[in-house]
């Protein structure tokens, strides 16, 4: 039997009905053609397509199609929003504030920046993950060029008030960036009501093809935004290379179907988990990690006292989970994130994520929930 696949916020598996759209852009009787191929009715019927996507990708979060720019996930789309405004606004400041919990395609760009001659402030979230507009507030500088918070946390699922804070830097005249990775597809973002001028999105974290991803950029009035990839001009000059048809393809379909089915899919994914957390929390050492209700319906970090995380890991054989975000974890240090919450190195080491998704059923949770527990009792003696 496969092991029960509760690791969603690292990836979701392509939706039946996504891959079946892909299947019809990859050989010589469907879709195939260069979309930059004007000469010929290939290249138009796989432009058309992809500009079709292009409306479904921005229709998902209330966005000008000519808004979207399309790149590899969100690791790219966040180092063109960060290093993209850097450099077009140096003359004007080099300052950014950032959180200390944000993902590494976040940090490690700041991190580049840094050695470059940028400075970078960077936020402490409360004890239960959050960045506060207050904290934003009283970092910003008069040579500030950029703000960038995420939306929703990838190890601990907390939700921060980024409409908060993108009307503070719309009123400083500040650019606000929000990586979005965790949160598109799974709550409502509306860009316009969330004031932010740029935002990223990956369509494997919402049920689409690994490989493809997009920045919304704010058009009016529009942001400067140096490219990162040079090469053929492509998406109106900001991001260089040849569309993968198929992979936009699959990505508007997923955001087509998160749109449809976002608030019953959220509801039924919060039931499933919280069936999940009052059995596994019903033990007196667990914890759980975050803010207790600001957070995604699917994510759960949980510390069990007096457990080693990865034999806890290795005992979960028939339980697909990890001990934080899918990029860091074959590092041996503890969560970060953890870290920055306050969370002793001991309890990190015995912290786990429990993601849930579309495919997850009642039955999973209760038998992963008791899979859990029967091996948290094993390890404790």
Not at 345 to 362: K, V, Y
Request: charged content about 20%; aromatic content about 6%; proline content about 5%.
């Amino acid at each position: 039997m496969e092991p029960v696949y509760l690791d969603y916020a690292a990836t979701t598996p392509v939706d039946p009905r996504v891959a079946e759209r892909m299947a019809g852009c990859l050989t010589l009787d469907g879709i195939f053609g260069n979309p930059a191929s004007r000469s010929h009715i290939y290249g138009w019927r796989a432009e058309e397509a992809v500009e079709a996507a292009r409306r479904e990708v921005a229709d998902l979060i209330n966005a000008d199609p000519r808004e979207i720019v399309w790149t590899s996930g969100a690791t790219e789309a966040n180092n063109l929003a960060l290093k993209g405004v850097a450099e077009a606004a140096e003359a004007r400041g080099r300052h950014i504030i950032t959180s200390c919990i944000e993902h590494k395609a976040v940090l490690d760009p700041c991190h580049y920046l840094m050695q470059r001659g940028w400075e970078v402030t960077w936020l402490q979230p409360d004890s239960s993950g959050l960045i506060h507009p207050e904290q934003v507030a009283a970092a910003l500088r008069p040579d500030t060029v950029l703000v960038s918070v995420m939306h929703a946390n990838n190890e601990l699922g907390t939700v921060n008030n980024v409409a908060a804070i993108g009307a503070l830097c719309r009123a400083r005249e500040v650019l606000f960036h929000v990586d979005a990775a965790q949160s598109v597809g799974k709550l409502p973002v509306d860009v316009g009501a969330l004031q932010v001028d740029l935002l990223s999105i990956s369509a494997h974290k919402l049920y689409g093809p690994k490989g493809a991803g997009a920045l919304y950029v704010r058009r009016r009035p529009p942001v400067a935004l140096a490219p990162q990839i040079h090469g053929g001009g492509h998406e109106r000059g900001m991001r260089s290379g040849t569309l993968a048809t198929h992979q936009l393809v699959g990505f508007g379909q997923a955001c087509a179907l998160a749109n449809l089915e976002l608030a019953e899919e959220a509801e039924r994914i919060l039931r499933i988990r919280n069936i999940f957390l009052e059995e596994v929390l019903a033990d007196p050492g667990a914890q759980l990690n975050g803010h207790p209700s600001q957070r995604l319906p699917g994510i759960a970090n949980i510390s069990f006292a007096g457990v080693d995380g990865e034999a806890l890991l290795l005992s979960l054989r028939d339980v697909a989970v990890s001990t934080g975000s899918a990029c860091t974890s074959a590092s041996l240090e503890p969560s970060y994130v953890l870290k920055a919450i306050g969370v002793s190195d001991e309890l990190a080491h015995a912290s786990i994520r429990f993601s849930f998704g579309r495919f997850t059923t009642e039955e999973q949770a209760r038998f992963a929930a008791a899979r859990v527990q029967a091996a948290v009792a094993a390890l404790r003696g």
